[in-house]
């Protein structure tokens, strides 16, 4: 497949995948070209022309660089979630993986988790950085969703905007005149790191007004929660959970099953409805003997709503 004058910003919006995504179903077509003809993109294939609105394209890379990730798809070793690192960076590693293996066979730890520790104390931004995104194990990225509040030594980052290591925020940065000619003057480079991260402060924050509530009104509900990551790349990981209306350190008999699983897309959404109707949540290795029966659910089990 080739594409004809485009630059660095609009082989990326004006993309093959994007073409996918926007017009599913399109699978089957044998590509040779994308092209640009004046508003219109002009998608060759040897079945025939195919054509969509250059800003149907411009509208999905913008929304499509800040989609929502899954929230296990960035905890640490233990369930660990992102750590303040300095210079208003975080560091956010790559959950899967190190969930995968070292949570639920039994404990066992992994090389990947023992590397995830080891970067995690770098003191340098640039080796840090280099080691998070090693060739074939990347490991996370660094991220300022605030923005940079200081300057790291031996280096030059724009301050007080968001930032990111991925690949596609820097590509944005590094590119982002060009960006900006096709999306707009106020183009800002963006990635599903920041969002995330933002989404995660609204937890937090969510969880910390509660916590408050509960203590003045003297009350305690707990959600105590277990995943089951995915076993590849193509499954959905799972989530089991046991409630309790009193205090969490009442005997196994007290709490009550929530009658459903949980499928990773929608754990975000089961995380703030819990808070609302004020369970605080905690990981099940709070409280041993529910951590001990939640592991006795299969993940691949069904429960119907
Ligand atoms: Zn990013």
Redesign the pocket.
Known sequence: MTTFGFNVAESQIFSRGATYRLMPGLEHLRFNSIDMLENDIIVSTIEGDVVQSRDAYIEHFLEYRQRLPNFFEYVGPKYTPRTLWRHGLYVLFIGWQSLANSYITNDIVTQQALLMNEVGRRQEFIRLRDELNLPGNQLG?L?AHEGISSQPPDTILPLDQPY???G??QMQLHHVEQFRDVCGSDFQPM????RYMRKFDKLRNVSSELAARQADERLSKTMAYLFFPPTDQTSSGTLRALYIDEQPSRPIEHWSVYNRTIHHEDVWEFFFQSIKHGYMLRHASFFSSIEKFLKTFNPSDEVSA
């Open positions: 990225h991220v990111c290591t991925c596609s925020f990635c599903k790191h920041i």
